[in-house]
């Protein structure tokens, strides 16, 4: 199936994105109706393995969502699981080394390009070994692998990082980022912006596609401009939290 963000990227188009928290197939099946082109699966900080994001994985299939999952560790076995189980990329957290970046790299990508293991069998994404040939033909063009940026080490990693191969955006977390200065959440300390211009311009600099997470306050238009490719703005704990504070708050008041 077409990896819709990795087309969006290559023909230059803004691409917007929704993180998924709850581990809810039925919160990613609704998200997949309402345009995002990227729902992310979050493994670092969330509930739910790998059983749950497949079922996440079925809710989104009947849409041309792109798929993607944040790993909790940055090692190969939840790589090449969670690509096995038919996502379309996956993300990196907190990159800050090129050694870390070319073993995720290789994990992901099929000899002779990388060293991802091959089992089409087992494999939701090749339909159960039903589509082994046309998966193995296309998987290294379609994955997406996103490296985050979010410590002041990995800004100052950006050019060695920008020399590994087959790395498609770098993706700055803001809450992280200015956490790993001491000012965490602290968005208009100047540090902090200091440092996100720099990761900005490196990536830019790298000629890499930019993507971050919308700052609060901070709505995906303004980084658009700034010259992100893709922005993730929302979560589904973050839309039903939103949505229930403001529906609940004008009756609580009367
Ligand atoms: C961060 O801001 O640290 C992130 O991981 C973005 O989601
Ligand atoms: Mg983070």
Same mark, same amino acid.
């Given at each position: 199936?077409?990896?819709?963000? $990795?087309?969006?990227? =290559? ?19 609704? *998200? ?38 944040r790993l ?7 790589? $090449? ?33 990388? $060293? ?24 290294? $063009? ?43 959440? =602290? ?9 996100l211009d ?46 229930? *504070? ?9």
């Amino acid at each position: 199936r077409p990896n819709r963000l $990795k087309q969006r990227l =290559r023909a230059g188009e803004r691409s917007i994105g929704c993180w998924l928290f709850m581990g809810s197939p039925t919160a990613a099946e609704i *998200l997949s109706h309402c345009g995002y082109d990227a729902l992310l699966i979050d493994h670092e900080h969330s509930p739910g393995g790998l059983e749950t994001a497949v079922d996440q994985l079925r809710a989104i299939a009947p849409s041309p969502v792109t798929t993607l999952v944040r790993l909790g560790d940055n090692i190969a076995a939840p790589v $090449k699981q969670a690509l096995d189980s038919g996502a379309d990329g996956i993300v990196a957290a907190n990159v800050e080394d090129a050694d870390t970046l070319e073993r995720l790299v290789a994990a992901a990508l099929y000899p002779p390009l990388g $060293k991802r293991g091959a089992h089409f069998t087992v494999s939701r994404a090749a339909r159960w070994g039903l589509d082994g040939d046309l998966y193995a033909a296309n998987a290294d $063009k379609e994955l997406l692998v996103i490296a985050m940026i979010e410590s002041a080490a990995g800004v100052a990693a950006i050019p060695e990082l920008a020399r590994v191969a087959n790395v498609d955006m770098f993706f700055i977390g803001p809450l992280d980022l200015s956490a790993s200065i001491g000012l965490m959440g =602290r968005y208009t300390e100047s540090a902090f912006v200091e440092l996100l211009d720099e990761a900005e311009r490196r990536t830019r600099e790298a000629g890499i596609a930019l993507g971050g997470a919308a700052l609060p306050g901070h709505d995906a238009a303004a980084l658009f401009d700034r010259g992100y490719a893709f922005v993730t703005a929302a979560s589904d704990v973050g839309l039903l939290r939103d949505g229930g *504070l403001q529906m609940a708050r004008p009756v609580l008041r009367t």
